[in-house]
């Protein structure tokens, strides 16, 4: 039973809690219902009204035929008492009348039964027939005479006072009757049809506006709680896209910024080199670019650790930015690589003097881990006046000058020009060949030799490096040496010549030459390869030979340059392994007295231009204040340049021990040197 109510309840539910896309069906349904009802009800109201004034004509013309059938009856008397036109004629009109509307009383098509039954039927005699007859006997009794019409007017009078009148009277009663059932059927139909459009009315308001306000207020409750539900989502949301937002700045900065310096990255450089500027702001318009890369950075990096490293490299970047002015573009490009950008310069003593200012902040002194450091900027600028040289082009160009900064030595500031790429290409063509001459072994020794001062005995020889060139014949070192040490290639030549050298040694010693050594030249680069020692040791012991028969010629200025642990660990080694190790050119760098007394040198060699002045008394006391240091800390003293006799005399007075020059002998291929031995050592023995 319970579950039937429940399922009945559920369908009635459904069946009221329509969906509202389908309600428009009920509303059409309910439309035609109500619109027929009403209609039909108006149409009741309607012939309510025609039949109501229908009938009261009826009921006015059937009251009517009683007083006529009296008016009848007085003009007939009236007649009767003697001839009158008047009283005539207005009988005559009285019985038409009468007749008329009796017809129209009698061809009236709704009589109902009893009137049909009291016009037609009665007996003895039907009222129809009755009134024909009152008509026709009135029209006979007013042209009778005597008798025959005082018994017609008995008889009419009668009929028109009893008979006549009574069934006229009911007649008149029959139709008020009739009508009044007519009515009141009509408004039987009126009130049915009202009572069923408010039926159809009520049943609207239950199956159409009681669902649709239903799902109304159902759909503003979802609605409510949907918006609700925005709201929060929408807060949410908010805060996400704040998030976002946040996050792209941040990744918009990470993308365009350094995270250790906070400067500009490369791509940022690059994007504002390209995105702004040049042709896009037209004729006028100049950009610097300068370039600046840091000395001695890698040093910090390697002794003091990388934490040290950035925190230089942080320092720079602010020094770059309280140098700069606003609108520069300041930028790291590498590891201590660091750009600016300065649009529309104006002079070119401006950029000079803002890289010398930058140079010189960097260049002092700071402490790191309680350690005071030095590094130091070289900086290279162009400037790129509207042309359209692109990013890659202006970054080559600085580039350029800060290589020509950097080889002009430490701290320098230079400035990119045609002249400079010039001979920065006429280097470059050089490097390749200088790499082509090593594979094609177009290096060979030439031999100087080195002669006691004392004895006129050999010392040795110098080896000198020199390149046959296949068109330009023998090239001398000033040509390549730098540019071979540049392009890292001068520690091959210097192997080749120690190579090269011993080779013709152990050809010297086989033809029964004394030759007791060798020098050869160790460049810097070859002075700071930690294996040097090792190589130099393999190529002697492959010989056979002791590392006696060797001398390394070191640069002062290689000790001067970097006071470089390396070069010294690297002497130490040497002088460890049994070679012979000479401080060369002395003289025209500044070598510290105190690497004099540290390093184990066997010797030093005097630069010719100590030599080539002397005699003469100043360069002839400095030479023997050398002579006297070196022989306290018990080093021999070579003069280089030794070019005539008076300059053999003199260094040999002021007491140096070995001499070398043009005077001895020149440079000369192995062959050539074979010969002069012979010669001098004939000389020699001449001399006696
Ligand atoms: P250096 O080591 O000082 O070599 C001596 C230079 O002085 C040689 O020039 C020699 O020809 C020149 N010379 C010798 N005696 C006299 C003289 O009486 N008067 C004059 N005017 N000059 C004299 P060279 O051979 O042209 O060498 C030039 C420089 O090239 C050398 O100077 C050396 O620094 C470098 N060099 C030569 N060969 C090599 C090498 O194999 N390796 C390295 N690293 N450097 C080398
Ligand atoms: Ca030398
Ligand atoms: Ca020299």
């Known amino acids: 039973m319970g579950s039937l109510r429940k ?94 509307s009796h017809n129209a009383l009698v061809s009236r098509e709704d009589l109902s039964s009893e009137l049909q039954a009291l016009y037609f039927e009665k007996k003895p005699i039907s009222l129809d027939a009755f009134s024909r007859r009152f008509v026709q006997m009135v029209g006979i009794a007013s042209s009778a005479q005597g008798e025959q019409a005082e018994e017609l007017h008995e008889v009419l009078t009668r009929w028109g006072t009893h008979e006549l009148l009574t069934s006229l009277a009911t007649a008149s009663d029959l139709f008020r009757q009739s009508s009044e059932a007519r009515i009141k059927r009509l408004q039987i139909i009126q009130k049915a049809t009202l009572i069923s459009a408010l039926t159809v009315l009520l049943i609207e308001a239950i199956l159409i506006f009681l669902p649709a306000q239903l799902s109304v207020n159902r759909t503003i409750h979802r609605l409510e709680r949907s918006k609700k539900r925005l709201k929060t989502s929408m807060k949410t949301l908010r805060a996400k896209n704040d998030e976002l937002v946040a996050a792209r700045q941040a990744l918009m900065r990470a993308a365009n910024h350094d995270a250790l310096t906070g400067l500009f990255n490369r791509r940022a450089v690059y994007e504002h080199m390209s995105g702004s500027g040049n042709s896009a702001q037209g004729g006028d318009f100049t950009r610097c670019i300068l370039k600046l890369d840091l000395d001695l950075f890698k040093q910090v990096n390697d002794s003091l650790g990388h934490d040290a490293g950035d925190r230089v490299l942080v320092r720079v970047a602010k020094i770059l930015q309280e140098l700069t002015r606003p609108g520069d573009f300041v930028g790291r490009i590498g590891g201590d690589e660091f750009v600016i950008l300065i649009d529309n310069p104006r002079d070119l003593k401006m950029i000079q003097d803002l890289a010398q200012r930058i140079v010189t902040a960097v260049g002092k002194p700071i402490e790191l881990d309680r350690i005071q450091t030095k590094i130091g900027a070289s900086i290279g600028f162009t400037i790129a006046a509207s042309s359209d040289a692109t990013p890659d082009q202006l970054l080559i160009e600085a580039d350029l000058a800060l290589y020509e900064a950097k080889r002009g030595g430490r701290s320098q500031v230079c400035a990119y020009s045609n002249a400079l790429a010039e001979e920065i290409e006429t280097r470059r063509i050089l490097f390749n060949e200088i790499n082509a001459a090593l594979e094609e072994d177009q290096f060979e020794p030439y031999f100087q030799p080195q002669v006691y001062t004392e004895t006129g005995e050999i010392y040795g020889c110098e080896v000198l490096a020199r390149w046959r060139h296949p068109e330009r014949g023998i090239v001398p070192p000033a040509t390549f040496i730098a540019a071979a040490e540049e392009a890292g290639m001068i520690h091959q030549i210097d192997q080749i010549m120690v190579e090269k050298g011993l080779d013709a040694l152990e050809v010297f010693m086989e033809l029964g030459m004394y030759v007791p050594a060798i020098s050869v030249n160790a460049s810097p680069p070859t002075l700071r390869d930690p294996h040097l020692t090792d190589r130099l040791l393999q190529a002697v012991h492959a010989r056979h030979l002791p590392p006696s028969v060797l001398t390394v010629e070191v640069l002062e ?57 002397v005699p003469e008394p100043r360069a002839d006391s400095i030479i023997s204040a050398l002579v006297t240091l070196s022989s306290n800390l018990n080093m021999r003293v070579v003069a280089e340049g030794v070019e005539t006799p008076a300059h053999f005399e003199t260094v040999k007075r002021l007491g140096c021990d070995v001499v070398q020059g043009f005077g001895i002998g020149r440079p000369m291929p192995q062959q050539a040197l074979i010969e002069w031995y012979n010669e001098y050592t004939a000389q020699q023995k001449r001399a006696g």
């Open 7 to 100: 399922r009945m309840l559920r369908a009635m539910h459904r069946f009221c809690i329509s969906r509202p896309q389908a309600l428009w069906k009920r509303y059409i349904l309910g439309f035609i219902f109500i619109f027929a009802t009403i209609s039909v009800s108006h149409w009741a109201s309607l012939a309510t009204i025609t039949a109501a004034e229908d009938d009261a004509e009826v009921l006015s013309v059937s009251s009517r035929q009683r007083m006529l059938s009296q008016r009848i009856m007085f003009l007939m008397t009236e007649a009767s008492h003697g001839h009158d036109a008047h009283i005539e004629s207005s009988l005559e009109d009285a019985l038409d009348v009468f007749e008329a």
């Open 557 to 613: 200025s290689t000790l001067i340059e970097n006071d470089d642990d390396v070069a010294l660990l690297t002497i130490e080694n040497l002088s460890e392994a049994g070679f012979s190790v000479v401080l060369d050119d002395f003289g025209t760098g500044y070598a510290s007295m105190s690497n004099l007394s540290r390093l184990r040198l066997n010797g030093i060699k005097l630069d010719q231009s100590l030599v080539l002045p």
